[in-house]
Structures are given as structure tokens and as C-alpha cells.
């Protein structure tokens, strides 16, 4: 992902897209900040790390395009929107929420969840499955919904 960035920059330099340089600037940065921290505790960052990282940077951008919103400032949601634009390129394909229900369904049969107090083995059977390409936030709720209904 790391040489993907890098071409990505000089590419974006060359074009003189300055918001697409600095936000894979950005992204590299958090990147190798992450990367400081695993090597302090003896690890080495992982593909899901790398993931993880994206995942966040996205994440804290949707939250600033709300707040952005509520205030009145269209001018920073839409840069905020740019920039998610740009860090999700790097991300894998994210599940529609049909392809969502049919893995919840399929991770709570697998996992013989019977109700709530399941939850989380059900969620981490999807993490260890589709980290990446799953919005664990709705997960959750649909998670939530279906063991209720139990």
C-alpha cells in the first residue's frame, strides 16, 4: 500500500492537485506514525493495521463533514468529502448492505449465536472475516437487530 501511496503522490505533484498531495501526505503520515508505535511494542504493522489506520482517517472525516454541516460551513464538508474520496480509493470495496445481511446471517448460524448476550462473538466472527470491507458501525446495529428478534 505503501509504494501505491508514494506513486500516488508524485502522480498527484505532477498534476498540481495540491488537496490530493496533502491528503496522501496525510494518510502516509499516519501511516508511519502507526508504524512507530507497533515497532515500539515489537510489532510490525500489519495489512489490517494499514487498513485500520484508512478506516479511522475516513471515519474522522464523516464525523467533520456532520459538524461542518450542522454549522453551517459547506465549504469544509465538502473539502472533508473530497478528502474521504481520496483516502477510500486506497480502501478495499465496501459490502452493500444486502451482501451485510446475508454475512450476519451467515456469522450467526456459524457462531450458534441464540441472543444478545452473543453479540460479540458474532461481530468478532465478521471482523476476522471482512475487516476492510465492512461498516462495523451498521453491523452492529443490524447485529443488534437480528439477535433481538431472536
Given at each position: 500500500?505503501?509504494?501505491?501511496?508514494?506513486?500516488?503522490?508524485?502522480a498527484?505533484?505532477?498534476s498540481?492537485?495540491r488537496?490530493?498531495?496533502?491528503t496522501?501526505r496525510?494518510?502516509?503520515?499516519?501511516?508511519?506514525?502507526?508504524?512507530?508505535?507497533?515497532?515500539?511494542?515489537?510489532?510490525?504493522?500489519?495489512?489490517?493495521d494499514?487498513?485500520?489506520?484508512l478506516?479511522?482517517?475516513?471515519?474522522?472525516?464523516?464525523e467533520?463533514?456532520?459538524l461542518?454541516?450542522?454549522?453551517?460551513?459547506q465549504?469544509?464538508?465538502?473539502?472533508?468529502r473530497?478528502?474521504?474520496?481520496?483516502?477510500s480509493?486506497?480502501?478495499?470495496?465496501?459490502?452493500?448492505?444486502?451482501?451485510?445481511?446475508a454475512a450476519?446471517?451467515?456469522?450467526?448460524?456459524?457462531?450458534g449465536?441464540?441472543?444478545?448476550?452473543?453479540?460479540?462473538?458474532?461481530?468478532g466472527?465478521?471482523?476476522?472475516?471482512?475487516?476492510?470491507?465492512?461498516?462495523?458501525g451498521?453491523?452492529?446495529?443490524?447485529?443488534?437487530?437480528?439477535?433481538?428478534?431472536?
Amino acid at each position: 500500500m505503501r509504494e501505491e501511496l508514494s506513486s500516488a503522490v508524485k502522480a498527484a505533484m505532477k498534476s498540481g492537485d495540491r488537496l490530493r498531495v496533502d491528503t496522501l501526505r496525510m494518510v502516509q503520515s499516519a501511516l508511519k506514525n502507526r508504524e512507530i508505535e507497533a515497532r515500539g511494542a515489537g510489532k510490525s504493522l500489519s495489512a489490517e493495521d494499514e487498513l485500520s489506520v484508512l478506516q479511522k482517517l475516513v471515519k474522522s472525516r464523516q464525523e467533520s463533514v456532520e459538524l461542518y454541516e450542522k454549522g453551517g460551513r459547506q465549504d469544509l464538508a465538502s473539502k472533508e468529502r473530497a478528502e474521504i474520496a481520496i483516502i477510500s480509493e486506497f480502501l478495499p470495496q465496501q459490502m452493500g448492505d444486502d451482501d451485510m445481511k446475508a454475512a450476519i446471517v451467515a456469522a450467526i448460524g456459524a457462531t450458534g449465536a441464540a441472543g444478545m448476550k452473543d453479540m460479540g462473538k458474532v461481530i468478532g466472527a465478521l471482523r476476522a472475516q471482512y475487516a476492510g470491507r465492512m461498516d462495523f458501525g451498521k453491523a452492529s446495529a443490524l447485529v443488534k437487530a437480528a439477535l433481538s428478534g431472536r
